[in-house]
């Protein structure tokens, strides 16, 4: 059974930092492309970032691209997210996820989640 578990949010002003982190236990993690997603109240779970099984390879979402970085640890069994520069909107629940199979930026495509943590930016 693959656990996550997330940590690290807050409550933050708009334009600090902010860094997550998610580990990852049971399964075979180094084999297991990673991602962020984040849900707002009344908004559908959206894709923030994922990084490839080595953490070569990553990808954001327009939102975010240029303020967020994702990188993993396989020797921790660890994601993280370092979210800079953020924004009011950002204010969401942040859920780290193991992808299944499918499209990399939509949340169907995920099968283990944590219970994610939340980050609320404040002005």
Do not use: H
């Not at 009344?42 to 990188?71: M, P």
């Not at 660890?78 to 009011?88: A, C, G, P, R, T």
């Not at 499209?103 to 099968?111: M, P, Q, V």
């Amino acid at each position: 059974q693959v656990q996550l578990v997330e940590s690290g949010g807050g409550l933050v002003q708009a334009g600090d930092s902010l860094k997550l982190s998610c580990t990852v236990s049971g399964g075979t993690f180094s084999t297991t492309v990673m991602a962020w997603f984040r849900q707002a109240p009344g908004k559908e779970r959206e894709f923030v970032a994922g990084i490839g099984r080595s953490g070569t390879t990553t990808y954001y979402a327009d939102s975010v691209k240029g303020r967020f970085t994702i990188s993993r640890d396989n020797a921790k069994n660890m994601v993280y997210l370092q979210m800079n520069s953020l924004k009011l909107e950002d204010t969401a629940v942040y859920y780290c996820a193991t992808y299944s199979s499918g499209s990399a930026y939509i949340f169907s495509s995920y099968n283990y989640w944590g219970q994610g943590t939340q980050v609320t930016v404040s002005s």
